[in-house]
T-cell receptor
Framework: AQSVTQLGSHVSVSEGALVLLRCNYS??????LFWYVQYPNQGLQLLLK??????LVKGINGFEAEFKKSETSFHLTKPSAHMRDAAEYFC???????????FGKGTLLTVNP | DGGITQSPKYLFRKEGQNVTLSCEQN?????MYWYRQDPGQGLRLIYY???????QKGDIAEGYSVSREKKESFPLTVTSAQKNPTAFYLC????????????FGPGTRLTVL
């Protein structure tokens, strides 16, 4: 069984400030971990992924995430927020032979000018 | 360009009617998935298929049906047995090794009148 908890359904930051979106996971097998971004009324776009290689993963649009096995965490960060980062962000875990994705409930990021 | 298409973008249905959502991919992926998205609940898996002519129920399959007659196509039927069908529906396909990441279509918003 696997599960994902995203702490904070809504995060608000000022433009230029640090973005930190939290994700904790549970998995009975070595996990694959993903962060996706969704803009209103659109599909999901992959930001970055962890697949048991480097624990610090860099993605698109300046985002990165660090896999911490001891904390079962995969938090998403960006040093400086931009207005275009305003969107909903989903953390997901995959594992097992069918590679089903289990999603967190999402975090809505608001960026204030 | 390779990708996933979903049609229609918006769909309106009267209560008691069945409706079929289309999903087509030209990424040559074997596995395909259907998710339902409701505000504040993240994405939940309805059905998935790992190969042509085979599919499995996900977490919320009741009131839905699928077919997988071709590798490229994975249509979803929302039947009249689905008690609360108004939602945003997302189709995805999965890449093979090494990351097994899923690629998403643009979604179909279904509204029951």
């Amino acid at each position: 069984a696997q599960s994902v908890t995203q702490l904070g359904s809504h995060v608000s930051v000022s433009e230029g400030a640090l973005v930190l979106l939290r994700c904790n996971y549970s998995s009975s097998v070595p996990p694959y971990l993903f962060w996706y971004v969704q803009y209103p009324n659109q599909g999901l776009q992959l930001l970055l992924k962890y697949t048991s290689a480097a624990t610090l993963v860099k993605g698109i649009n300046g985002f990165e995430a660090e896999f911490k096995k001891s904390e079962t965490s995969f938090h998403l960060t960006k040093p400086s927020a931009h207005m275009r980062d305003a969107a909903e962000y989903f953390c997901a875990v995959s594992g097992g032979s069918n590679y089903k994705l289990t999603f967190g409930k999402g975090t809505l990021l608001t960026v204030n000018p | 360009d390779g990708g996933i298409t979903q049609s229609p973008k918006y769909l309106f249905r009267k209560e008691g009617q069945n409706v079929t959502l289309s999903c087509e991919q030209n990424l040559n992926h074997d596995a395909m998935y259907w998710y339902r998205q409701d505000p504040g609940q993240g994405l939940r898996l309805i059905y998935y298929s790992q190969i042509v002519n085979d599919f499995q129920k996900g977490d919320i399959a009741e009131g839905y049906s699928v077919s997988r007659e071709k590798k490229e196509s994975f249509p979803l039927t929302v039947t009249s047995a689905q008690k609360n069908p108004t939602a945003f529906y997302l189709c995805a396909s999965r890449k093979r090794e090494p990351s097994h990441e899923q690629f998403f279509g643009p979604g179909t918003r279904l509204t029951v009148l």
